[in-house]
C-alpha cells in the first residue's frame, strides 16, 4: 500500500486515516470511471448506426465478395450530399468496394446500392425505380437488382 501512496507522491508521514481517505477516494475515483465505460460501450452496442468516423465504409462490408467482378454499380442516396459526412460515407465506401467504381445517384445499373434517410424511403425509391431488393444490411443500406439494365445498355 505504501507503494501506491509513494507512486502518488503522497508522504510517508500522513497519518493513517488520511492515508485511507486517500485510498477510498481513489478507489472512487476508478469505479466510477470504470462505470461510465461500462455504460458507453453498452449505449454503443444498443445503437450500432452510430459508429466512429473512420468506421464509416463499415457500413458496406460484404458487398465487396458480392462486387468482386462488377466493374461499376449505382449508388442512390437521398441524403445531403454536400454534407461533409455524407461525403466522407460515400469515399469511404468507394475505399471499401474499390476496385469497382460507384455511380452517386445513377440507378442505371444492374446493381445499386440504396443508402437513404431511412429503409422506407429506401424501399419507396426501389419500388419507383422499378427494382428489386435484394438484401438489407443492419446499417439500413440496402442492395437492389436492376432487371432492366441490361436493356438500358447500348
Known amino acids: ?3 501506491i501512496f509513494i507512486a502518488l507522491g503522497v508522504p510517508s508521514q500522513y497519518n ?26 453498452l449505449e454503443h452496442q444498443r445503437h450500432p448506426s452510430t459508429i466512429a468516423f473512420h468506421s464509416l465504409g463499415d457500413k458496406f462490408k460484404g458487398l465487396e465478395t458480392v462486387f468482386s467482378h462488377v466493374r461499376a454499380v449505382g449508388y442512390y442516396t437521398d441524403k445531403n450530399i454536400d454534407e461533409p ?3 466522407a460515407q460515400f ?8 476496385p469497382t467504381v460507384l455511380d ?5 445499373y444492374a446493381w445499386v446500392i440504396f443508402d437513404c434517410t431511412s429503409p422506407q424511403e429506401a424501399f419507396n425509391k426501389i419500388k419507383e425505380l422499378g427494382l428489386q431488393p435484394l438484401k438489407m444490411n443492419n446499417f439500413g443500406i440496402i442492395l437492389a437488382f436492376n ?7 447500348p
Open 1 to 3: 500500500m505504501s507503494i
Open 104 to 108: 452517386l445517384n445513377h440507378t442505371d
Open 16 to 41: 493513517p486515516p488520511m492515508r485511507q481517505v486517500i485510498l477510498v477516494l481513489l478507489g472512487l475515483s476508478v469505479v466510477l470511471n470504470a462505470g461510465q465505460l461500462a455504460l458507453q460501450i
Open 91 to 98: 469515399e469511404q465506401a468507394q475505399y471499401l468496394l474499390a
Open 85 to 87: 459526412l455524407v461525403v
Open 147 to 153: 432487371p432492366q439494365a441490361h436493356r438500358l445498355k
